[in-house]
């Protein structure tokens, strides 16, 4: 089997690019050569193509997943031949207007909701799966902040690219078409220092992106309480852990792709360590590369896994792929757990986790049904259901 691509050092991609701005640029400014400028090189849309395509370029570099941002010549890899397209087209498109200045660093927080109709989100294929193109923002952010503590109840956060994090610590917020960078542990936090916890959060159509965070470090999206948080058209990637809840949770049409790794990790692209009520439904998750346990897990390390639905996913990676709830303290205590319909890829492994697909589930406990699992390329039925 092929051994994954792995992504060269931050140094050597850094050396790379001076190489090509030095004889590209000096090429274009000195003596008038420049090629035509490419249009998707403008990868958020803002008019023009400079450093934040190019963090947006380097971030994905060496993916091979089909239509991943970044991938200017469509032939499912980011790699020399997009970053060179890139440089060619450098600046401000031709006939499209530099953009306003950047507005104040911290923005006003909007008090109420703001109607969205207009907005029409990416759709995801007709019969597939979630994707980096169906996932995340809808539109451009207009504006850039710092971390962002919530203030009161009902916050709506919007259309804002956040370098840092944002703490959620209060009712009915809601955070839509936002790209947040993250720099440290975490870069979506919700209920920390919070009590009690934090009830109808919305976070949908919304980037988290960890290519800044030290990858022993991040861990995209901590929900640390079970209130009520629901997660819709999420795309988190550039990722250690992604995703770690305690329950309380609804995740829908999202893209989770853990491809960061670092000697000791334990790594996983949606996990839980104990609690209830969980509503996990046409996602992808992907854990590539080596320390991951399992592309989604549910530990009853904390406390029993109970009332889960988990259905119409796709999983690809780790040890174990799924591992349901049967591990730890309170491995004999979980009940209503339902895997139904899932679809278990064998992209990195011939059992989509180098050891097993699917372990650690409890047939016996009450309510816990495992039904209609396949094996993704195949359509095969899982042993077991």
């Known amino acids: 089997m092929i051994a994954p691509l792995r992504k060269p050092s931050r140094a050597t991609l850094l050396l790379l690019v001076a190489g090509f701005i030095v004889v590209g640029f000096a090429g274009i400014w000195w003596f008038g050569i420049r090629a035509a400028q490419n249009p998707a090189a403008d990868l958020n849309n803002d008019g023009q193509v400079n450093v934040f395509d190019l963090s947006t370029l380097l971030g994905n570099w060496a993916i091979t997943v089909p239509a991943t941002k970044g991938d200017l010549n469509a032939d499912d890899n980011v790699n020399i031949i997009d970053l060179s397209i890139l440089l060619e087209s450098w600046g401000p498109l031709t006939g499209t207007p530099a953009p306003s200045a950047t507005p104040t660093p911290t923005p006003t927080p909007t008090p109420t909701p703001t109607a969205t109709a207009t907005l029409t989100p990416t759709p995801t294929p007709s019969g597939g799966f979630p994707t980096f193109e169906s996932t995340g923002p809808r539109v451009a952010t207009t504006s850039t902040s710092g971390s962002i503590t919530t203030t009161h109840h009902g916050q709506v956060i919007e259309r804002v690219t956040v370098n840092g994090s ?28 919070t009590s009690p916890c934090p009830t109808g959060v919305l976070v949908e159509y919304t980037e988290v992106n960890m290519i800044n965070a030290p990858a022993e470090a991040s861990m995209p999206i901590y929900d640390r309480c079970s209130g009520t948080v629901t997660f819709d058209h999420i795309r988190v990637h550039n990722s250690g852990r992604a995703v770690t809840t305690d329950g309380g949770i609804t995740l829908t049409n999202s893209w989770i792709y853990s491809a960061r790794t670092y000697d000791g990790a334990h790594r996983t692209a949606f996990s839980t360590h104990g609690g209830s009520n969980y509503h996990v439904v046409h996602n992808t998750f992907i854990c590539e590369l080596a320390h991951c346990s399992s592309s989604v897990n549910m530990y009853s390390d904390y406390a029993p896994v109970t009332n889960y639905l988990f259905q119409d996913n796709l999983l690809a990676g780790g040890s174990i792929c799924l591992r349901g709830g049967q591990t730890h303290t309170y491995a004999n205590q979980t009940h209503d757990i339902r895997a139904l319909n899932n679809r278990f890829s064998t992209r990195f492994y011939p059992e989509c986790g180098s050891l097993q697909a699917f372990a650690q589930f409890d047939l016996t406990a009450p309510g816990n049904v495992r039904s209609g699992n396949v094996y993704h390329e195949s359509g095969q039925p899982l042993p077991g259901g």
């Open 166 to 193: 944002i703490d959620i610590r209060h009712n009915n917020v809601i955070v839509r078409d936002v790209v947040v960078m993250g720099t440290g542990n975490y870069a979506i936090d919700i209920g920390q220092n």
